[in-house]
């Protein structure tokens, strides 16, 4: 049997066990990524630290959308673009716009036209690949995923640990295989996704944050031109009641009412306008001549149109110049405003539109809007306020949002109100929806007579998004059933493959109704066929789990039995009042999920033969994705393979150059070391001669040999060069620190002694409470302190600086460490109590002339007196809290 002592020590080490991972999780930090085509910020939210935007390397608070992957390199935001003119096959940009694209898409036939990369159809997804090299294709998914991981790393240096927890922005017009794409990326990137969230809610999310609001809804619409497309989002704030158990508060309460989108509407439409002026203006100059031939020449056009499109967003005109663009011909060119909004007019005749669709849908008018909220860098372009201007007026137009970053910020708010670790003082209720409407069609089960497919409105158009709804299906065996959107995704309503979204199969239905036929039969009313379809506050739809029901007449505990492996969710369900042939369509979305865990008496256990129960069964649910279907397991696997070696080769790569960096700034370092005047006293000539040599000789290797070694050369070289340098630093600084010690040792004896002289001098030996070997003791350790000092002292004068010293600081530390702890021992020691007798009442005794014969005068009598002996004491008293003191 353990001893008491080891198992205290066992629980005190569980214990701090316990304490050290609860401290990690207090300390859990949570970011958000508002992922656009044309950049990406990263919001961070941490205890101690506020909500805030994370710094990538470059100090910016927004990073490009680009990767380039050269050499088994990957490059990311600026040092990407940078590479993006001279590999521009290698380099990724504007991924957001075909991710879960089918291959002959139209936004993936306009990147083929507008970008160099090798672009493949995928053989088993109906999405596309990028060949990158002969034994390599990339998924859009995965080089989404190394930017991911980039933003990752940015959260991981602000916030001081790894981050994992993570809200993502998607716009509200995402498709079912958008989300689910995002959502492997940020897999792929080992993230958690706590939500999605859409970009304007996110921005509206983040307005909230600092507003205080009434029960009177008040009306915005959020304008957000990014450089991929444009939403209108309507959004109102008011203060609603919610109920928490039997109380009820007042909280803030966001709910988006309709979205207007255009899907291609974007700052890249003017970027590209504008560089193909910029290919007519260079071929006009150079007739013999064709830029377009050349991948490299339209980068850079398209990256320079981008500068000129900011420039003329504050000027009206500028000058568009690239030296050496094509052919080695340099390029030089004017380009105004005006030429701009020229080029553009059929986009700003666009502007208005998803306003307008969103005030349609929602059946308000502009009068009915208390202000237009401009988000997104495209807002920026004075055409696009003019026109927007021109719709609600100039002075509904608030700029009173960071336009760049209130999304990423309100993701992170949201990602802090959903993560365990934090304890929001301000709660903000948020309703958001599905701009498309979701239905679902299936046949009839007596199909042979002629019916036609049933279509069935599930979700609405801008209907609530995070709820839950009911199939009731009748049914003799097992069937499918599609889901799809209700009208075309396709911003030209075309239908496209992008409409559908799953094909749900449920099988065990056929197998059950065998299996318990009797007790079917035995119903009062026909059984049915339950199916849940989840529409997540991420905007995914899901079938989570269907059922078998039906009203049977329990007989005992055989029928328990026979069901009791079907068993699943005990969840009821609110019955149709309806009853009919057909299958019916419900929503219960007031369904609880939550069970009572109180345990039954035997009574209430004990069956009720003649009472109908509502039996269960569970029915198997196949969710078959349509359409762009997600990343396998197999595929998912073989990018993180991929994704792993690419991680050690960046990791062996950062080593390599912080082991060179170190060489190399050792080698400036000491290089100036040498010229100190203090080095010339602890060295020879010949000892700074020869390290000046391995100096230099190492610096010309850093820029020869040197520039293709690897990390173990790197650090050879340090370690050697260091084992020169360190003697003579060492020597130096013992040099400097020499005095200082000398004092430190001086300081230490003379307070030991004063102490001890002190207590000698000032206190009768009767009333002292240190003992006399313990005061001889603390001296004579004093004085061989003393002693040792004058020792080494008179030693290191007698001995060349050049040489090792003798009297050191690790010595010193050491002897006036053991010396003031012993001192502190001594004057910590408290003085012993001393207890005090009171005399009887009407006595007089020599006992009693020792204390104080009252402690305060009684009417009639005289002052207390003390005896000689009793002062005697209160001035030894007095003498010891002195020395206390000292």
Known sequence: MASPQ???????????????????????????????????????????????VALNKDSKRKTQAVVTIRDEQRLYGSDAVALSGRFPHLTYSNLKSIIAKPFDDRHCVEYRHRFSNNMSPHPDRNSVLFKHNEETELSVEELIAYQFQNARDQAKATAGEDVKDVVITVTPFATQYERQAILDAAELAGLNVLSLIHDETAVALNYAISREFTTTPEYHIF??????????????????????????????????????????????????????????????????????????????????????????????????????????????????????????????ERVPNPIAAALKASDMKVEDIKSLVLVGGSVRIPAVQKGLGAVVGTQKIAKNVNGDEAAVLGAAFRGASLSKQFRLTKQIVIKDITVFPIEVIYHPED??????????????????????????????????????????????????????????????????????????????QPPKVRVSIELSNS?????????????????????????????????????????????TVQADQNQTESEKGEKKTEEEEKPKPKEPTLKKIPLNVEFIGAGPVAMSNEEKLIARQRIQALDTLDEKRRLREESRNNLESFVYRIQDFLYDDTV?????????????????????WLYDDGETADTKEYIDRLRKLQSLERPITFRRQEYLQRGDNIKRVDSSVQLARVFVENILTNTPEEERYHTKEELETVLNHANKVDAWKVEKVSAQEKRDHHLDPIFTTVDVNKQCRELDEALMKLMKKKKPKVTKKQAPKNETTEEQEEVVVDNGKKEGEDEPVKSDQGQQQESSEEEHRKHDEL
């Not at 050290?20 to 941490?46: N, P, R, T």
């Not at 065996?477 to 889901?483: A, I, T």
């Open 6 to 52: 080891r198992i205290v020590a066992i629980l005190c080490f569980v214990l701090a066990i316990v304490l050290s991972l609860l401290s990690d999780q207090a300390q859990a930090a949570v970011m958000s990524i508002d992922y656009g085509a044309e950049w990406f910020k990263v919001g961070l939210i941490k205890p101690g630290i506020p909500l805030d």
């Open 680 to 700: 010339g006293i602890v060295s020879t000539e010949e000892q700074q001669e020869h390290l000046r040599e391995q100096l230099s000789e190492t610096s010309d």
């Open 223 to 348: 304008y957000d031109m990014g450089a991929g497309s444009t939403v209108a989002s309507l959004v109102s704030f008011s203060i609603v009641e919610q109920k928490e158990g039997k109380k009820t508060r007042k909280v803030p309460q966001l709910e988006v009412k309709a979205v207007g989108f255009d899907r291609t509407l974007g700052g890249h439409e003017f970027d590209v306008r504008l560089q193909n002026l910029l290919v007519d203006k260079f071929n006009e100059k150079n007739p013999t001549l064709d830029v377009r031939q050349s991948g490299n020449a339209m980068t850079r056009l398209l990256k320079e149109a981008n500068r000129v499109k900011q420039i003329l967003s504050a000027n009206t005109e500028t000058t568009a110049s690239l030296e050496s663009l094509y052919q080695d011909v340099d390029f030089k060119t004017k380009v105004t405003r005006a030429e701009l909004e020229h080029l553009c007019a059929d986009l700003l």
């Open 539 to 583: 905007g995914l739809l899901s079938v989570p789990e269907a059922s078998l029901s039906f009203q049977a007449k329990d007989s005992g505990s055989s029928f328990s039995d026979k069901v009791k492996s079907f068993f699943g969710s005990k969840e009821e369900e609110t019955q149709s009042e309806e009853e009919t042939a057909k299958e």
């Open 447 to 524: 199909e042979h007579l002629g019916r036609q497919p049933i279509h069935t409105t599930l979700f609405n158009e801008f209907g609530s998004i995070g709820t839950r709804k009911i199939m009731t299906f009748k049914r003799q065996s097992d069937f499918e059933f599609d889901v799809k959107y209700g009208k075309p995704v396709d911003e030209q309503d075309v239908e496209t493959d992008l409409d559908q979204i799953a094909k749900v199969r449920i099988t065990g239905l056929t197998e059950a109704m065998e299996k318990y036929k009797e007790d079917i039969q035995s119903a009062e």
